[in-house]
Every structure is written in C-alpha cells, then in structure tokens.
C-alpha cells in the first residue's frame, strides 16, 4: 500500500524559510512517473506548485520560481520542497502528489503553512 506523509510546515515569518518533507512508502518515489507539491488556499482551488519528474527534471509556478526549490532524497525514500523568502500569500495546505501511468494519483494528507507577523 503506497501512503505520502508531509511534515515540516508551521508559523513563519514573511521573508523566513521553511522545508516540507513527503515521505513515502510502499513504492520508491524514483518509481512515480513525476511527483510534485500543491497548494491549497482558504476559499481557493488546489494550485500547483512544483514537480519533479522520474529522470529528475523540475518546473515550478511561476509565483514560486526563484524561491522553492524541489528534491529527493533515494535513501531516506522523501521528496523536499524547500521554501526560501516565503511570503503571507504562500499560506496555505500543502500536498504531496505521486504520478503513476494508468492509476489514480496518489496524495497525502497535507501539512498546514502559515506566513505571518
């Protein structure tokens, strides 16, 4: 049974960094076609924010870009979103998602960021 858990999110301040984690089980995340992070506003549909594919090829949204920074790490079976210069619009429910041809998605449960003073 493949499972996604993030951790990693909180209370920062505008202009703080934090690192959200997904681990994953049940399936190596090098296995998933792409894997990626979303968000989700109060109010607001789910938006994207990075992917990384199999053969390690990265894009981001652009209100991202230049901030946060996506990556995997094989032995601890985890995917990273590090966020730099965070901003009160980046608060939000963050989500991992994995990708496999000719199945549903794969998302977990989210981590709760919240930017403020």
């Known amino acids: 049974q493949v499972q996604l858990v993030e951790s990693g999110g909180g209370l920062v301040q505008p202009g703080g960094s934090l690192r959200l984690s997904c681990a994953a089980s049940?399936?190596?995340?090098?296995?998933?076609?792409?894997m990626g992070w979303y968000r989700q506003a109060p109010g607001a549909q789910r938006e994207f924010v990075a992917a990384v594919s199999s053969v390690g090829s990265s894009n981001y949204a652009d209100s991202v870009k230049g901030r946060f920074t996506i990556s995997r790490d094989s032995a601890k079976n985890t995917l990273y979103l590090q966020m730099n210069s965070l901003k009160p619009e980046d608060t939000a429910v963050y989500y991992c998602?994995?990708?496999?041809?000719?199945?549903?998605?794969?998302w977990g449960q989210g981590t709760q960021v919240t930017v403020s003073s």
């Open positions: 049940g399936r190596s995340i090098f296995s998933f076609n792409a």
């Open positions: 998602k994995g990708a496999i041809p000719f199945a549903s998605d794969y």
